[in-house]
């Protein structure tokens, strides 16, 4: 029954579903009126505006215009059906070609390119955060270009893989920042912070004095730069201690 099918997944056919396979096969029955890409297309709309949680096989086939049941025609299951949203939102990775010719150039333009879907679409942490998903042919895109750009490292394969994978998760723990901040919530921590301070500055003498320099004072820097200074400053590292052995 379909009520089973977001327990009992077939990885298999979700593999088929977001590479393609055997959908050029004739069906019987009427001509289908959407695309698996139409009815992910749907699944992201209510995704962006309310959340992933917020997502259901049968929210989506009233947004088509189909009954639940119709809606298992087109993906398995609600499991599938957030694999091909993520694979649609990501699309074809980025032209790095225009980047520097050098590794940290375009692994840095790879980074920004990957903030910039996460901020657009940031259920999708929730969406491959919390398991081994079926990965469909934009998402392995995305990580064969990273690990391109790594290529003239001469770093080995797995820390090239390690490295592509840091700075992924650099850009996930900054989304998930973003997303657990409000502009009131900060004003509200600040205040009992604040309190809490002017009575325990003997306990806390380092961070007293760093709130007092303006440590979490409200900042227009771009979110992104130093933690990718950062890491990307210790893949160099990396790259010339394996130049020099």
């Known amino acids: 029954m379909p009520a089973n099918k977001e327990n009992d997944r077939d990885l298999g056919a979700s593999l088929a579903l977001l590479w393609g396979v055997g959908n050029d096969r004739p069906r019987r029955g009427p001509k289908p009126k959407f695309t698996p890409v139409d009815v992910a297309r749907r699944g992201i709309e209510i995704a962006d505006r309310e959340g992933l949680e917020a997502l259901s096989m049968q929210r989506v086939a ?13 993906v398995p299951g ?3 059906l957030i694999d091909l949203m993520v694979d649609t939102v990501l699309s074809d990775p980025p032209d790095l070609g225009r980047a520097p010719d050098d590794w940290r150039p375009r692994l840095e333009a790879w980074a920004r390119a990957c903030w910039d879907v996460y901020r657009a679409h940031p259920w999708i942490l929730t969406a491959t955060g919390l398991r081994r998903q079926a990965m469909g042919p934009h998402q ?10 790594l290529e003239p490292t001469g770093l080995s394969a797995r820390r090239r893989h390690d490295a592509a994978i840091l700075v992924l998760s650099l850009v996930r723990n900054l989304t998930q920042e973003a997303l657990d901040t409000t502009e009131e919530g900060n004003a509200e921590w600040d205040r009992l912070t604040a309190d809490q301070l002017t009575r325990h ?20 820097e771009d979110p992104l730069a130093f933690g990718l200074t950062c890491v990307l400053d210790g893949i160099q590292g990396l790259v010339d201690s394996a130049a020099r052995s």
């Open 201 to 220: 500055a003997d306990r806390f003498p380092a961070l007293t004095r760093a709130v007092a320099e303006g440590a979490f004072a409200p900042t227009d």
């Open 78 to 80: 609600k499991p599938d």
């Open 62 to 74: 009233e947004a088509l215009g189909l009954t639940t049941m119709a809606l298992y025609r087109y």
């Open 140 to 149: 392995v895109a995305w990580l064969d270009t990273a690990l391109a750009a």
